[in-house]
């Protein structure tokens, strides 16, 4: 499934996606409590290694892409939704950010800016767009979609070739969806903590003085903001992000 689903987003056929739920499939628990994250060492790793490659080659692909990923771990956009942002849409007043183009099923919504270093990105973003003449999005203009993604992608398969490591454009999504659950509900998310199986629970309830059903509210309200913000509209979804 995965692999037809990445078939689909090479070809920009958004409208194929397959649903293993839909579909009938069951994923399994071993989907669930596995930390899929990216780490802020291998993360700053990443953006090291862009700085380089763009110092030693001239080539300003490599400074869109690093500002891409940003995108992704400060906003929990997809890696489409990133690469295709016009860098509008910014609404100041509420601290929300438009995310229109690229999302899955083209359903728009807004994510929020959640502190000064949000805008600070964005405000960059939109600098580095005017001084290179970036018409569109993060993508140069003489570049498809499809074109960009396999220039990405390879970027980040020699990156994990050189360092050993194993980073993956949607583990900064995760790294999101963790950051906001910790912000939200006070603890780290139960793939991060290890209390598993629901014993995450207990400890929320015994650290706030409160009952079990009361933590369970927090959990189930904070997946629920984290599956809006992600774009899923599914709470169940967070399992694969959060633990459970």
């Known amino acids: ?62 400074i869109a892409l690093r ?6 771990r400060t906003f929990g956009l997809r890696f489409k939704e990133s690469a295709l942002h016009d860098l509008k849409g910014i609404h100041k007043k509420d601290n929300l950010l438009d995310v229109v183009k690229g ?12 502190n000064d270093k949000g805008y600070e990105l964005l405000d960059y973003a939109r600098d580095f767009k005017k001084e290179f003449d970036f018409n569109r999005s993060l993508i140069p203009d003489d570049m498809k ?17 050189q360092n050993g490591t194993n980073y993956h454009f949607h583990g ?13 509900t006070g603890f780290d998310a139960p793939v991060k903590s290890g209390f598993l199986n629901g014993s995450y629970l207990n400890v929320m309830a015994d650290y706030y003085g409160i009952t079990l059903e009361e933590a369970k ?10 599956s809006e913000e992600l774009g899923h509209h599914r709470i169940d979804i967070t399992n694969y992000y959060l633990g459970k």
């Open 67 to 72: 500002i891409q990923v940003e995108m992704e």
């Open 172 to 184: 900064e999504r995760h790294y999101y969806a963790q950051t906001r659950y910790q912000e939200l």
């Open 1 to 62: 499934m995965s692999s037809l689903n990445r078939v689909f987003d090479h070809y920009g056929r958004d409208d194929l996606k397959l649903s293993a739920k839909a579909e009938g499939l069951n994923r399994g628990s071993r989907y669930y409590n596995i930390d899929r994250s990216v780490s802020e060492q291998t993360h700053n790793q990443l953006t090291d290694y862009l700085t380089e490659k763009y110092l030693s080659t001239g080539d300003i692909r490599f």
């Open 217 to 226: 509210e927090i959990d189930i309200e904070a997946r629920l903001t984290i």
């Open 103 to 114: 999302t899955k099923g083209g359903n728009p919504r807004k994510v929020p800016i959640l």
């Open 145 to 161: 979609f499809q074109q960009w993604q396999n220039f990405a992608y390879g970027v980040v398969k020699s990156f994990n070739e």
